[in-house]
């Protein structure tokens, strides 16, 4: 009933930017908050940034300075602007809704099937 589904994803050269999206659809009445992971081949899934319905951001250590989360909670949407981005930064970037709510149920997460980010040297 509720679906993410990522954006954005690509190639792109070393310093170069892109623009990640993620939609929530359904019977959607809120979410608290929104976030983005990544995982590379090989490695295990790690948080790059976070939202809250406030607006309350924090970021990966390994991100700072170099990304921007952003959320419109009328949309149900939340981007992830990044940066001067590095071979490093190449990974499958997943989409993860916490505490949604819907018109039949109670509180739950979501994760969305990923995007893939390819960062070239």
């Known amino acids: 009933q509720v679906q993410l589904v990522e954006s954005g994803g690509g190639l792109v050269q070393a310093g170069g930017s892109l623009r990640l999206s993620c939609a929530a659809s359904g019977s959607i009445v809120s979410i608290n908050a929104m976030d983005w992971y990544r995982q590379a081949p090989g490695k295990q899934r790690e948080l790059v940034a976070a939202i809250t319905h406030a607006g309350s951001t924090n970021y990966a250590d390994s991100v700072k300075g170099r990304c921007t989360i952003s959320r419109d909670n009328a949309k149900n949407t939340v981007s992830l602007e990044m940066n001067s981005l590095k071979p490093e930064d190449t990974a499958v970037y997943y989409c993860?809704?916490?505490?949604?709510?819907?018109?039949?149920?109670?509180?739950?997460?979501?994760w969305g099937q990923g995007t893939q980010v390819t960062v070239s040297s």
């Open positions: 993860n809704a916490i505490g949604v709510v819907t018109i039949n149920f109670w509180a739950r997460d979501y």
